[in-house]
């Protein structure tokens, strides 16, 4: 069991929690990610991991009420103990000097970027982030990326900060403007990580995506994030969740996104 040491919503629906797990603090690297079981009747829910602080022991991650376990997860409160918290799992991200890299973050991918461009930042990398929300208010972490980039682009789906839009739109126009990225880096949605893809790859710059197909062990055993790079069956979990966008067969992705919409539809009705 772990501790949660801080709970705060920081955007409608939006929930940054830290917990006190420092075996995973010492060990954790960007862009890696933790499985969580809030008590012993849930599911098994991957989290991207946001924020670590080595010294203190703690490990921080954000999450969207969107379904039965996460509305769950939400109703926890400071001092609650999770039931499991698993990690560090997964690759991290390839973090080198690359030059100008563009950080794409939606919705929980906020948080996901955000030791991501740190780290890029820390190997003298311009940092470009590309952050976006349907609302102004529903964007977080303004500040903490304004600190490590050397520019911050706002898009909103309503026009009330930045370019009304999404970040995609922003990334394309910037492309074809001209614009020169080393690397372009994408954590989000799938929908938003295919469409940044797509726009890059006319362009040729590597994008790297993290995938977020439904997991279960997270560990390579049960097949269940598996998805097709390449025309190769990868699991997620493993073998990612770092993948090159142009690589993914996106149609299958985007199909199985939905493939247990309905019994999500009953188990929040219970
Ligand atoms: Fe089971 Fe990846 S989550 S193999």
């Known amino acids: 069991m772990v501790k949660i040491k801080e ?15 420092p075996d995973i603090a010492r060990k954790a690297l960007p862009g890696q990610f933790v499985i969580i079981i809030p008590d012993e009747y849930s599911e098994r829910i991957p989290m991207t991991i946001a924020d670590w602080d080595a010294k203190k022991g703690t490990v921080t991650f954000i999450f969207l009420e969107i379904g039965a376990s996460t509305q769950k997860l939400a109703e926890f409160k400071q001092g609650d103990d999770l039931y499991s918290f698993t990690g560090p799992l997964g690759k991290p991200m390839e973090i080198k000097k ?5 950080l794409v973050g939606g919705c929980y991918g906020i948080g996901g970027i955000y030791p991501v461009a740190r780290a890029l930042k820390e190997k003298g990398n311009k940092i470009i982030c590309f952050s976006e929300a349907r609302s102004k208010f529903m964007l977080y972490w303004n500040e903490k990326l304004e600190e490590i980039s050397d520019e911050v682009r706002y898009a909103t789906v309503d026009g009330s900060l930045g370019i009304k839009g999404h970040a995609y739109d922003d990334i394309e126009e910037n492309l074809k403007a001209g614009k020169k990225f080393d690397r372009i880096i994408a954590i989000g949605c799938t929908f938003m990580m295919y469409r940044v893809s797509e726009a890059s790859r006319p362009f040729g710059i590597e994008t790297i995506v993290s995938m977020n197909t439904v997991m279960i062990d997270g560990t390579g055993m049960c097949g269940a994030c598996r998805l097709v790079v390449e025309g190769k069956t990868k699991f997620a979990c493993v073998d990612g969740p770092h993948f090159n966008g142009h690589k993914v067969d996106w149609d299958i992705i985007l199909s199985r996104r939905k493939a247990y919409l309905d019994e999500e539809i009953i188990s929040q009705e219970r």
């Open 98 to 102: 690359f030059g100008t890299v563009a």
């Open 7 to 21: 709970k705060t919503k920081i955007a409608p629906n939006i929930h940054s929690c830290t917990v006190e797990a």
